[in-house]
């Protein structure tokens, strides 16, 4: 069983609580398969919907639900225990460097609920079809 450990939990400027656990687990030996999650939680009612009439909003809260997560996991196969702490540090600085602007934005809630909102929608019409 995997356990999962918070690592740390970064305010992003628009409000948003990006959270790092690390979820690594032994695999053979003194060999790890390390990895890092990144989550962030959107609490859907609380998004403010640029260009949009309340009735497509409402829509929209109802097919996506109250609350969805980004979630991206970054995976390093076979690191040996020496290594595993240095791994699991180095993928947290990269991927919160190279990717802080991007979560930060002030439009990525917007843009990530209606992105979930058609995925919806087209997983709905290949069930249906």
């Given at each position: 069983?995997t356990?999962?450990?918070?690592?740390?939990?970064v305010?992003l400027?628009n409000d948003?609580l990006i959270?790092?656990?690390?979820?690594s687990?032994?695999?053979?030996?003194?060999?790890w398969q390390?990895v890092?999650?990144?989550?962030i939680?959107?609490?859907?009612?609380q998004v403010q919907f640029?260009?949009?009439?309340?009735?497509?909003?409402?829509?929209?809260?109802?097919v996506v639900?109250?609350n969805?997560n980004y979630e991206?996991?970054?995976?390093?196969n076979?690191v040996?225990?020496?290594?595993?702490?240095?791994t699991?540090?180095?993928l947290?600085e990269s991927?919160?460097?190279i990717?802080r602007p991007?979560?930060?934005?002030?439009?990525?809630?917007e843009?990530f609920?209606?992105?979930?909102?058609?995925?919806?929608?087209?997983?709905r019409?290949?069930v249906?079809?």
């Amino acid at each position: 069983m995997t356990e999962k450990k918070l690592l740390n939990t970064v305010s992003l400027e628009n409000d948003l609580l990006i959270s790092f656990y690390d979820e690594s687990r032994k695999i053979a030996g003194d060999r790890w398969q390390v990895v890092l999650t990144a989550r962030i939680q959107i609490l859907t009612d609380q998004v403010q919907f640029t260009r949009m009439d309340p009735e497509k909003r409402s829509e929209i809260l109802q097919v996506v639900g109250e609350n969805i997560n980004y979630e991206k996991k970054l995976i390093r196969n076979f690191v040996g225990e020496e290594q595993k702490e240095e791994t699991v540090t180095a993928l947290y600085e990269s991927f919160l460097q190279i990717t802080r602007p991007y979560f930060s934005h002030r439009q990525f809630a917007e843009r990530f609920v209606l992105k979930t909102y058609a995925d919806s929608l087209d997983k709905r019409k290949w069930v249906n079809s």
